[in-house]
């Protein structure tokens, strides 16, 4: 999606990282999965902490996308958690709230609202 495209196109760079996320969005063995964002996390030690909200951005979608949802949102959480004012992470958070969790649609909206505030242009 174009929101995807944007997350990669402002918290990516390099081909390697975008190799690995497609592979681990793809995943069909979740445990598997989370076993590599587990060993990413800790391989880099102290990594830089825009590293770290890319890591959990993606792993939360890749959890959303085997219908993980609790999960989805606690990663996407612990990235908002780290940086609040993360374009992506708000926008994707705000999108993953409004489509799944009816009680917190109007929260997701104003996420979306506030990715936009920092720059995120979304369609």
Not at 29 to 38: I, M, P, T, V
Request: with cysteine.
């Amino acid at each position: 999606t174009a929101l995807e495209y944007a997350a990669f196109a402002a918290n990516k760079g390099s081909v390697a990282g975008a190799a690995m996320e497609a592979e681990l969005l793809a995943a069909t063995d979740l445990e598997s999965a989370r076993n590599k964002f587990a060993a990413i996390l800790n391989r880099k030690g102290r990594m830089a902490v825009i590293d770290t909200v890319i890591t959990y951005n993606t792993w939360a979608r890749a959890e959303a996308n085997h219908g993980c949802h609790v999960e989805a949102g606690i990663r996407y959480q612990e990235a908002l958690s780290l940086d609040p004012d993360n374009a992506c992470t708000n926008a994707l958070y705000g999108q993953w709230l409004h489509q799944n969790d009816l009680s917190q649609a109007e929260t997701g909206r104003q996420l979306q609202i506030k990715a936009q505030s920092l720059g995120l242009e979304m369609e």
